[in-house]
């Protein structure tokens, strides 16, 4: 399997204290990478730090062998984050939403929005003001991206957040249908997976001594 | 239309990190898609943009009442009192700039996109500049009235603001994009964004000044055309910079 996102020796100190150090990682297509470890062990730094808003840390991390650095509009493009924060906007519907993010990336019309807010259960909430909808129905137009941007590489940061059972489980699938097809994701969460493929767990915040482990 | 996810992912699949095959990003679809958005996201919520122009009019009419209504006195200080009054109007307006965005976490989607930053900030900037500098500029010469500004003062009244105020705008941008991780901004971004605003206060009320007495003012339009260009150049890096440091904290 080619490989996808790698980091060598990445170090990570945040107000004096060390989050992460000497940290390896390598992520090949079609692999699903776990950061896991107690609340304040640097998972959300971490996810940051590879997806590139966070540049004060040690450390390299390789895009498809090259440095980041080097191409970073590259590995931009083939990049989709969801933060912590869902990035939506509460005066704006939700198609209106995920129209200015396609305009970003691949510009999406009408039929490919509503199709990818119907994956999501939004159905007849297209065009209403994101306001009146609830935390979870954020969360989910922000994971309506999943749908319209052909991004190898996922970086999802708690992405189950206020999302009820059965979506949880829709994204689980999403999650696992793009791996089998060569995609690669890398996430936080605190809700136990279950993936029909192999999933790689990083361990943050029991020593600093973090090891790459196979679960 | 398809249900299942299945043979869209297919074709996902299809252009995965494969850029070559013109699916290339355009920069230009961005700055139209960010412009429009943020033009909407006003529209939503008009109040935002009575705000400043309110602010602009009632300290502009405080002036004959807290000073004198004498026609000759007011015509002296009309063109500092409107330049001062809208200079501080944007002032107060660029706090929101970037804030919004911070919160919601739109502003690291701008950040992370493949595109140069400086753009996505110039967009934004355009957005405030239509929804305060403009209009200023088009209030100004009703409140002139007001003010007694003698009738040479007009044009260049007009043109000064049409100049400067984008400029006020780009400079700004800075100073908002400085301060958005601050948990509480206060008087800083003021303090911060004030003395790079004197030149263009100074050059504005002076062509002001000039064109009521009856001297020419090319130099001035020349030199804030000058400013301008050098702000839409300079400030969008500037806060593009300024953005990622605040996104670091």
Redesign the interface.
Known sequence: MQELLSGQNLACERDDRLLFSKLDFKLHCGEVLQIAGPNGSGKTSLLRIL??????FDGTLFF?GKPVQSDS??F????L?I??????????TPE?NL?????????ADT?QIY?AL??VKLTGFEDV?CYTLSAGQHRRVALARL?LH???LWILDEPFTAIDQGGVKEIEQ?IA??AQ???SVILTTHHNLSLPVELNVIQLGQSHQSETEQA | ???D??P??????Q???R?EEG???SSW??F???L??DL??VF??RSDVVNPLLFFSIAVTLFPLGISPEPDFLAQIAAGVLWVSALLATLLSLDSLFQ?DM????L????????PLAVMVLAKVLVHWLVTGLPLTLLAPMLAVMMFLPEEGYSTLFLTLLLGTPTLSLVGAIGAALTVGLRRTGVLMTLLILPLYIPVLIFGTGAVVSAVNGMAVAGHLAIMGAMLMTALVMAPLAAGAAL?IS??G
Do not use: C
Not at chain 2, 109 to 115: A, W
């Open positions: 997806a590139g808003l966070l540049p004060d498809q509009d590259h931009r493009e083939n990049l984050f933060g912590h924060q869902p990035g939506i906007k509460l005066n704006l209106e129209r200015w993010y396609q305009s970003l990336y691949h510009p039929d199709q119907a994956q003001p749908f052909a991004a190898p999403l249908d793009h097809q060569g995609g | 239309m398809m249900n996810a299945t869209r992912l297919a074709q996902k699949k252009h995965i990190i850029r699916m290339q990003v679809h961005a139209t898609g960010t429009k958005r909407l996201l939503r919520r919004q919160a919601d976490g739109s690291e989607q701008l950040v992370i996109s493949p595109h990622r996104l670091n």
